[in-house]
Each structure stands twice: as C-alpha cells, then as structure tokens.
C-alpha cells in the first residue's frame, strides 16, 4: 500500500513513522495550523457535547445537586457514591443486568456464529438471507419493543397463544410483563433476536477471511466438518469473538429503552436494570447528583469488565481493531 | 464443482431449510406488526390471531398521518437526520483528513480523547447534557437535537472516514500539490470525491442514528409539535395502550422508510458495520 507510510497516526504506532523529509521549520508550522483549521470544528464540538459533560458528570455526581437554578448545590463528596453502593434497588437493577447478560450474550454469539457459518458457503439466496437477517438491527428500538409487548401481552399475545393452543407447553396464560423473571426473559428474547444479525455480519466477514487451504488441508488429514470448524475456523477468528463479546457486554449493560417501554422497570421495580433506575432518578425524582453517580459506577464496572475481559481471553494480544 | 452430487444436494437443500427458518423467525415479528396496522380497532386482541387481517383497513395510517400529527412528526425527524448528516459528514471528514495526512503538534492526544469519547456510551452523560442544553437554551428544539446528535456521532465517523483517506494515494495529493493547490482545494477536489463509497457508508449511519434514536429526544423534548418519530411512537402507546393497529400504523410509517433504504445501501452497511471489526 502506497499510503501507508503517510499514516502516522497513533493508530499503527508499531509502524515506524519515517522521518519526515527535512523541512524549514516554517512550512512546518504552516501545516500544524492548516490541520488544526480542518480539526476545530469537530473537536470543539465533540469536547462540547461528550468531553464537557462527562467531566462535568464527575462534578454534579459530588453535590446534592439542585434543579431549580436559584438555589444552591450543596457540596457532599463522595456521598452519592456510598449511598449507590449501599442501595439494594440498585443492586437489584445491576443482577437484572446480570441475567439479561447471561442470556443475550451467549445467545448472539452462538446463534450468531451459527448463521454465519449457514450462510459461509456458496448457496442460492445467500445474500437475501444476510439481508433479512439484519432487519432487526437496522429497527428502531421503539418499534421493536413495542411489537414485543404486543407479542408477549398476556390475554392476547402471540407468544401465549403458541405456548398455550398451539403447542400446549404451558396450561395457562404466562403474565410476561407482569413479573421479574418472565419479564427478564421476554426482554431478553428481544435482546437476542435484535443483535443476532449483527454478530452474524462480523462473524461472516471474518470466516470469509479464513484462509480455504488451511480448512482444505484439514480436511486432507481426516478433520470432519465440525473439526475443521473447532480447530481451524474458531481459531482464526479468536479476535474477533473477543471483540464481538466485549461489545456484546457492553451493549447487554447499556439495556435500556426495551425496558423501559416493556416492563416499565416493573411491577415494583422487579425488572429495573441500571439505566431505568438511573434515569428514574434524574428525571422522576430530579436527583441528578445521585444519577450522575449512578452513571459513574455503572461505567466503572463496564469498565471493569471490559478489561478483565481482555486480560482473560485476549492472551498476548494487546489491542483488538 | 460437485453441483450434481446427491449429498452435495441435500447439503444445500438442508442449509436453505435451516436459513429460511431463521429468516422467517426474524421477519414474523415485521409480519405480525404490519397486519395488525391494518386491522380495525375491533380484531386487534382477538384469538386466534390472523396474519392476513380478515377486513383489512387503511383507517390506522390515515388517522395516524393526520390526525395523530404523524406528517408533522416525519418531517421532524426528517430535518433532524438530514441536518445532523450534513453537520456531521462536513466536520468529521475535516477532521478525519487533518489525522490522514497532517501532522501536527498535539495530533496523539487529541487521537486518544477522540477515542476516549468513543467508548464512553453517550447515556452516561445524560444528566449534564439535560443541563447544558438547557443552559444554552436548547430544550424544546429541533436544531438542540441536531447539536447533541452531531456532537455524540462526529467521532465515530471520523475514524471511519480516516481509515479510507489514508487509503488514497499519496501519489495524487503530490500531484495536486505541484500544480498549485492547497490544502482546501485538495480536500474538496480529491478527498471527498474520492472517498464517495466510504461518505455514503457514514451518511447512512448517521442519519439511521438520528432517525432512531430515543432517549435523548425524550429528554428533552416537551412540546408535542417537536417531537421525532420515535418519541410520538412512544407517547402514543403510553396514551392509548390497547390501540396497536394506530400504533403499528405510526411504526410501520417510521420503519419503512428505513427498511427501504438498506434493502439499496445494504453494501454500505455491511462496510460500515465490519469496518474496524474484521482484522485483514
């Protein structure tokens, strides 16, 4: 590639950045304010809408923060912060979070996977498959969590009426949004259904990849079909599983508007996940301080396990792109 | 090519019955939304339920259309995805051509708060984004909306964009250079037209995420008459719960358009959502 060694960006920072040609001092100025013409507009933006306010999260998080812009904020620490580690609805919001990970993480990545080796073949009607497939990611999540109440509604929904008439597994009516772990499920069925073809995508275009003589010289030596995918295919792709997960898990925390518009976080606050409970609190109940502490802890774990993640299953890769 | 072989056959055959199962998983819920939008009020609930709808109607998408503001509500979000396109394909791909092929004091720095950005999902900063825009009297607009959506999505596509300019031949921007043309001059005549295929990828993202999204609008938006799709979708399901079809109708008037537009651009999205994700 030609361009390559024009890209000294901290991105390839392995690539050793030839040593510019030496040039008068002058034009290389010149250049420095020619790119900073071209970066100001959207830096300046982006540290007005994202870098501002998430330090500025960090702030409101340390006070008794009042709406009302004629009263006083009061200064109060790390308050917030114990009394989130302290509140069991929090905790309570964060296991929901916990088991709707259980469920959709796994749940794309095996389903996922299996779509893309489906369609990692030649066969008619692939592409309208990759197509259809994607439909739900590209959805709306109102739509989408809307349809899905309609489906689970207790006295009339689809779901009950296949469970109950048609393959009679269930002898009566299952009040799905009217309980912590119907509710749960539900929610993460939809959760699993929407990002599925998502997975498949990238775990597509990765086994694309796949060198065929690697598979054809397996095959050579005996592998049968599920070998040649345990033992050449699944390796290859390593990192792309590890970045398809990390994504997953933070995508699974940041579960929200599902929630929100199916259950409603209830009965009784049973199925709040963090963000409902987060958000309850700053626009019901006008505590910002505590959501934006809130907000910080939960990024804190995200963090957290996004990392530990990379340490587990990364090896000795350092970056997954 | 084995394409005669029995086993090879039923090979094929096996794999279209276990894809056309899935696909039929994945599209029923799209099925079930659109025949109950033409259901009447009446067989909404009813059981059995009927996937060809036995009166079909279209009284859900005209009462949705005019009397439910839903013409007003499109062209909302009409304006709020094509002004936050604009805005954001402009400063991005500035941004992204300065990273591509300057350098410049502070370019490290600047490349990982970027990056920083980018992993951080916007709802953690709700609360003192809701303060901010109400500081800078940005509540209750239109063009508050096209701000906050610009400001959260210019980073993301600035590495998509920097990825496919530093593609571009260094060869040509010399060329250009030894017959007199600026920076500017460049940038406009070589790396946008260049880069069409990845500015389309980024345009379709952009505007599918400000088309969709939700909660940000429903924090800050009050007055009916601003609201975006996805929030009167909501709001009409919270004030008349049990009638779907006029939901389902307001949906489908969203979702269609969207449908529509990747079943073209699909190329696109493919690029977009693998870029970054597949190590070559």
Redesign the interface.
């Known amino acids: 590639?030609?361009?390559?060694?024009?890209?000294?960006?901290?991105?390839s920072p392995e690539v050793a950045a030839p040593a510019?040609a030496p040039r008068d001092s002058r034009k290389?100025r010149r250049?420095?304010l020619?790119?900073?013409v071209?970066?100001l507009?959207?830096?300046a933006?982006?540290c007005?809408?994202?870098?501002?306010?998430?330090a500025?999260?960090f702030?409101?998080s340390l006070y008794d923060w009042a709406v009302v812009p004629t009263q006083a904020s009061r200064f109060i620490g790390l308050e917030n912060y114990a009394r989130g580690l302290a509140d069991e609805q929090f905790w309570l919001s964060m296991a929901n979070a916990g088991v709707y990970l259980l469920v959709t993480v796994p749940g794309q990545l095996v389903i996922g996977l299996a779509?893309a080796v489906?369609?990692d073949?030649k066969?008619?009607?692939r592409g309208l498959?990759?197509?259809?497939?994607?439909?739900?990611v590209?959805?709306?999540?109102?739509?989408?969590a809307?349809?899905?109440?309609?489906?689970f509604?207790t006295?009339?929904g689809?779901v009950n009426?296949l469970l109950v008439?048609v393959l009679h597994v269930a002898d009566a009516n299952i009040a799905w949004l009217q309980s912590r772990w119907p509710g749960l499920m539900a929610v993460s069925i939809l959760g699993v259904?929407k990002g599925?073809?998502?997975a498949m995508?990238?775990f597509l275009?990765?086994l694309t990849?796949v060198r065929d003589d690697l598979k054809e010289a397996a095959a050579l030596d005996g592998a049968g079909a599920w070998d040649r995918f345990v033992h050449v295919s699944l390796p290859a792709i390593r990192?792309?599983l590890l970045?398809?997960t990390v994504l997953l898990v933070?995508g699974g925390f940041?579960v929200?508007?599902s929630v929100l518009?199916m259950t409603g976080g209830g009965p009784a606050g049973s199925t709040e996940v963090p963000?409902t409970y987060m958000?309850r609190q700053?626009?019901d109940f006008l505590d910002?301080g505590y959501?934006?502490a809130l907000?910080?802890l939960?990024?804190i774990v995200?963090m957290l396990v996004s990392y530990s993640q990379f340490r587990l299953f990364g090896g000795d890769e350092k970056e997954v792109? | 090519m084995s394409v005669g072989n029995p086993r090879h056959q039923r090979h094929v055959s096996l794999r279209i019955l276990l894809a056309g199962l899935a696909a039929l998983i994945m599209i029923l819920p799209f099925v079930i939304m659109l025949s109950t939008s033409f259901k009447p009020q009446t067989f909404v609930l009813e059981m059995p339920p009927e996937l060809i709808p036995s009166e079909p109607t279209t009284r859900n998408y005209r009462e949705a259309w005019s009397g439910n503001s839903f013409a007003k509500y499109f062209a909302n979000s009409l304006y709020v995805a094509l002004s936050t396109t604009f805005v954001v394909l402009l400063l991005s791909s500035m941004m992204a051509y300065a990273f591509a092929r300057f350098d410049f004091l502070g370019k490290r720095i600047v490349f990982v708060v970027l990056l920083a950005g980018l992993m951080i999902p916007g709802i953690i900063t709700i609360v003192p984004a809701f303060v901010l825009a109400k500081n800078l009297n940005l509540l209750d607009s239109l063009n508050g909306l096209t701000v906050f959506y610009s400001g959260g999505m210019v980073a993301f596509m600035t590495f998509l964009l920097r990825g496919f300019f530093e593609k571009i031949p260094l060869a040509l921007d010399e060329a250009m250079t030894i017959d007199g043309a600026g920076p500017v001059r460049r940038f406009f005549h070589l790396y946008l037209p260049l880069s069409r295929p990845a500015l389309a990828t980024a345009a379709i993202f952009t505007f599918l995420g400000a088309w969709d999204e939700f909660v940000w609008a429903l924090t800050v938006i009050n007055d009916p008459e601003k609201r975006t799709l996805p929030v009167a979708i909501a709001a009409l399901q919270g004030q008349r719960a049990t009638e779907w079809g006029l939901v389902f109708a307001a949906s489908a008037i969203a979702v269609i358009p969207v449908i529509v537009v990747y079943v073209f651009a699909q190329r696109q999205f493919i690029a977009g959502v693998t870029a970054g994700a597949v190590k070559d």
């Not at chain 1, 498959?129 to 739900?136: A, E, G, M, N």
């Open positions: 590639m030609a361009a390559t060694a024009t890209t000294t960006g901290p991105a510019p290389r250049e420095s020619t790119a900073y071209f970066l507009p959207g830096f933006l982006f007005l809408i994202v870098a501002y306010p998430l500025r999260s702030q409101i779509l489906l369609l073949a066969m008619p009607a498959f990759r197509v259809l497939f994607y439909v739900p590209i959805t709306s999540w109102v739509v989408v809307l349809v899905f109440k309609y489906l509604n006295d009339a689809v009426w008439d259904w599925v073809g998502w995508v990238i275009a990765a990849g990192k792309t970045f398809v933070i940041n929200f508007i518009l963000l958000y700053a626009f910002f959501a934006a907000s910080f939960l990024a995200i792109d």
